[in-house]
């Protein structure tokens, strides 16, 4: 489990389609073979750890699901070590399980900030309330508005820095996680009508 507050930007050293190698300077320093880590919003375990750098193993299925696949050397990805007991909760509860593969649609400057809107799946779509939660490329963000084949949110300057959100442009590929508790209830509804 993850909180979508990312700790620190990660560049790809290689990616061959199914070993995933980033350096990470402070999450390779803590991580342990066996931990999980969000690399871009997804959960992938470390199975190796050798000089600032961690190594993930990717399967076809996450691939599949995901943005993963357009990763090349060079890319910088977002990096969250998961939750451990004790820790502040500063976004919301994203589990790295990614929904689906969204597209920016517009970035709008609105002074030093700026409005993202992202076209996603019904998948997503549905979970969409505003002031409602969305992790994007792993990163908890608002819901500031949506559509019927998307939503919108608004960067500040901190998020801008400090994430790879701050490169977005339009047509990019984002990893999308709805809500956790919306898919909940959603069910726990479903379950008991006739």
């Known amino acids: 489990m993850f909180t979508g507050i990312v700790r620190e930007f990660g560049t790809v050293d290689a990616f061959d389609g199914s070993r995933l190698v980033v ?5 390779a320093a803590t991580a342990a073979v066996g931990d999980s880590v969000a690399v871009a919003g997804v959960c992938l375990t470390v199975v190796e750890r050798a ?3 961690l190594a993930f193993d990717v399967v076809p299925e996450t691939l599949g699901r995901t943005a993963l696949g357009r990763l090349e050397p060079g890319s910088s990805v977002n990096l969250e070590s998961s939750l451990r007991v ?3 909760l500063g976004g919301h509860v994203v589990q790295g399980h990614v929904d689906a593969v969204g597209s920016v649609r517009s970035v709008t400057p609105e002074g030093d900030s700026r409005r993202v809107w992202v076209d996603a799946p019904d998948t ?6 505003e002031k409602g939660s ?3 490329d792993g990163v908890s963000l608002t819901v500031a508005a949506f559509d ?3 939503f ?3 960067l500040i300057p901190h998020t801008l820095a400090v994430t790879t959100l701050g490169g977005l442009g339009p047509g990019d590929e984002v990893n999308l996680e709805a809500d956790v508790l919306g898919k909940v209830v959603e ?6 009508l006739p």
């Open 86 to 88: 004790g820790d502040a």
């Open 152 to 154: 919108e949110v608004a």
């Open 124 to 129: 997503v779509v549905r979970y969409c309330i």
């Open 187 to 192: 069910r726990l509804v479903a379950a008991r």
């Open 134 to 136: 969305i992790a994007v």
């Open 23 to 27: 350096a990470a300077s402070e999450t």
């Open 148 to 150: 019927d084949e998307g």
């Open 51 to 53: 000089e600032g750098r």
